[in-house]
């Protein structure tokens, strides 16, 4: 198993952690893992993506020109990365920030209601986690228990109080699929 994923929106959309927990829990299921963030100096409002290799062989290169699977946050980043998405990969994006939806035939598409979700679950935080949450029940990387070892691991024990919301927010994301 070998899966090649780039995560692209705006700087604060919490797209490099999304990435970050996304390797943790990689690691925390005995993965080879490599993530790469790649942002411009503004950060937050800026653009900004992640790529994320998770493989239960080596991996050689974290430097990508396809990927597998694409989460798009908005507009610029479905601009940028559709055309990147392997012949038969993934491309998972939320409506709510795309003005011209994707127009591949030969890749899987899924909108996924992610603002919305957040809307229910009273927490615009969760925002990433929805995303992560239909990325797992889609390509069926990686355990959410995993999942769960990497956000805490990532997460300042300070923050752990929001470790159930998160979570929460992942089984949303599933339900969404």
């Avoid at 591949?104 to 949450?133: H, W």
Wanted: charged share 20%; no cysteine; hydrophobic share 40%.
């Amino acid at each position: 198993m070998k899966e090649e994923i780039i995560i692209a929106g705006f700087g604060g959309q919490g797209v490099l952690s999304m990435g970050k927990i996304l390797a943790y829990a990689g690691l925390m299921d005995n993965l080879e893992v490599t993530w790469m963030p790649a942002y411009g100096p503004e950060q937050r409002g800026g653009t900004a993506n992640v790529t994320v290799i998770l493989s239960d062989q080596p991996i050689s290169s974290p430097v990508l020109n396809s990927y597998d699977t694409a989460v798009i946050l908005n507009q610029q980043s479905l601009d940028k990365f559709e055309s990147k998405v392997k012949p038969g990969g993934t491309l998972i994006y939320d409506p709510y920030s795309i003005h011209h939806a994707p127009t591949r035939k030969d890749i899987n598409i899924y909108p996924v209601e992610a603002m919305e979700a957040t809307f229910e679950l009273s927490s615009s935080k969760a925002y990433n986690m929805v995303l992560l949450g239909s990325l797992l029940k889609i390509r069926g990387l990686l355990p959410v228990e995993a999942v769960m070892k990497g956000l805490k691991k990532t997460l300042p024990e300070r923050h752990h109080h929001l470790l159930p919301i998160n979570k929460d927010a992942i089984l949303k994301g599933m339900a969404l699929i």
